[in-house]
């Protein structure tokens, strides 16, 4: 039950990171590379003082410490340029679309195939983000800011991945920021534009809190799930948002997205029950 709660916290904290960026790059309140830049170093932040107080050490060395951080710069960027033109709920869909055929294909090949159920469950969810993704003229977005989306949701597949082993989840993502932030300072400051007080205080709560913390307990939970079940769950990320997109942001809620939504829920709800997930002994 304890891993259901944390899991479904941290769902609605990705959900947050989509409408929070939506929130502040799409009325013009901080360019995209601005926000970008402004998260990682607010995320870095927070997260190294957590870990000060602590006083463990941060685990700077390490061929997954250069995964993490090269693929949490490739999704942070895509991310917040996505996001100049593409709903909050859209931008989801796309983005944990493209997560869950990315760690399904890598499951395949690393040879941890998944079981019937969860292919099953994968597929019905896929269903529904099919409708959702189905050309409406009430879907805003453009074909450049969906590229970007599938970047950014490959660098999150491979940052999932490679966070699937670390054995101290608040000190590998605080280390995973720090490393980011001079990587994308160096590749952001030419296209740095424009900033507002509210762009900046959004892209700080969306750095320090939504993901910095919610980084740190995806990967604290990612141990307890299995490889094939992660991409599943996510699936539920886009769901959240949608709603969120609509209420908080007036975003279109038609009849085809509540129809995905449910076939979403129904997938995961397949894909994750007691016979695809191991027991939790905490």
């Known amino acids: 039950m304890r891993i259901f709660l944390l899991t479904a916290f941290t769902m609605i904290a990705f959900a947050a990171n989509s409408v929070l960026t939506r929130m502040a790059v799409e009325p013009g309140y901080i360019d995209a590379i601005s926000f970008a830049l402004i998260r990682v170093l607010s995320g870095a932040a927070f997260l190294c003082a957590l870990v000060a107080r602590t006083r463990r050490p941060l685990p700077w060395k390490g061929r997954a410490r250069a995964i993490g951080a090269l693929s949490l710069t490739t999704y942070m960027f895509g991310f917040s340029l996505a996001y100049i033109s593409l709903d909050a709920g859209l931008g989801a869909l796309i983005l944990f679309g493209v997560v869950q055929i990315t760690m399904f294909s890598f499951s395949t090949a690393t040879g941890a195939r998944p079981t019937l159920r969860q292919l099953i469950g994968a597929a ?48 590998t993502t605080a280390a995973n920021f720090a490393i980011c932030f001079p990587l994308t300072l160096l590749l952001s400051l030419p296209f740095v534009s424009y900033a507002s007080a509210m762009g900046i205080g959004i892209a700080i709560v969306c750095g320090a809190i939504t993901s910095g913390l919610g980084y740190a307990l995806w990967y604290r939970v990612l141990p307890d799930l299995q490889q094939n079940v992660a991409p599943v769950v996510q699936l539920s990320v886009p769901v959240i948002a949608i709603v969120a997109g609509s209420v908080l942001l007036g975003e279109a809620l038609s009849i085809s997205v509540l129809i995905s939504a449910a076939l979403v829920i129904s997938g995961i709800a397949l894909a994750v029950t007691r016979q695809s997930l191991p027991v939790d002994r905490n």
């Open 124 to 171: 019905v969810a896929f269903c529904g983000l099919v409708i959702a993704l189905w050309p409406d003229d009430s879907v805003a977005g453009s074909a450049q800011a969906a590229a970007c989306m599938v970047v950014a949701g490959i660098g999150w597949a491979v940052y999932t991945i490679s966070g699937k082993s670390a054995r101290d989840p608040l000190a």
